[in-house]
């Protein structure tokens, strides 16, 4: 018995939104809060160095849907980091934490209920339909990368297509962080 179809789109306008809020927050951040977020990257980097700051971007883009990584990088960006090894090192770390959530999900997430969480979801069904492409998405929009990269996991998706879609993290770190350096 064939599954039905369901026809499902993605909600572009809302994710370029959503992409604008995120920027013009960091601007305004950078506008009225400059020394004090400042000072906050310069502890980060004296207390954690920059490792731990991508070990904080691992932890992140595995474990929490919806908060974007990139808030953490802003803070070493504005104490004066290279953008373009952040955005290279940060685009890395995201990679590496979409591959650690497609682990986690191919190896527990149908013990934990992955798959049957989020089944009634509207855009469900077209990700099982379109497989990797829905990766691939997630990891150039604010759609949730965490939940998509377990699922992808969970769903047996074929690791190579799926490592394509992760590797797109970054350009769109480079993207990102070059915005919010002022590279234009």
Request: proline fraction near 8%; include cysteine; charge should be positive.
């Amino acid at each position: 018995m064939a599954e039905p179809t369901v026809e499902y789109r993605l909600p572009w306008p809302q994710l370029i939104i959503g992409l604008l809020v995120f920027m013009a927050a960091a601007f305004l951040a950078s506008q009225f809060y400059g020394h004090q977020v400042e000072a906050l990257g310069r502890w980060m980097l004296a207390h954690w160095g920059l490792a731990g700051i991508l070990v904080l971007v691992v932890l992140i883009d595995t474990f929490t849907p919806g908060f974007p990584f990139e808030t953490v990088l802003f803070f070493p960006l504005a104490a004066g980091e290279p953008w373009w090894l952040l955005a290279i090192l940060g685009g890395l770390a995201s990679t590496f934490a979409g591959l650690c959530g497609y682990g986690l999900g191919r190896s527990f997430g149908r013990g934990l209920g992955v798959i049957e969480r989020f089944k009634d979801k509207p855009w469900f069904q077209p990700m099982r339909a379109q497989g990797p492409t829905w990766l691939a998405v997630a990891a150039v929009t604010p759609v949730p990368y965490c939940p998509v990269c377990w699922l992808a996991g969970a769903m047996s998706f074929p690791l190579r297509s799926c490592l394509l879609g992760m590797a797109l993290r970054i350009p769109r770190t480079f993207i990102y962080l070059g915005l919010m350096a002022g590279v234009t």
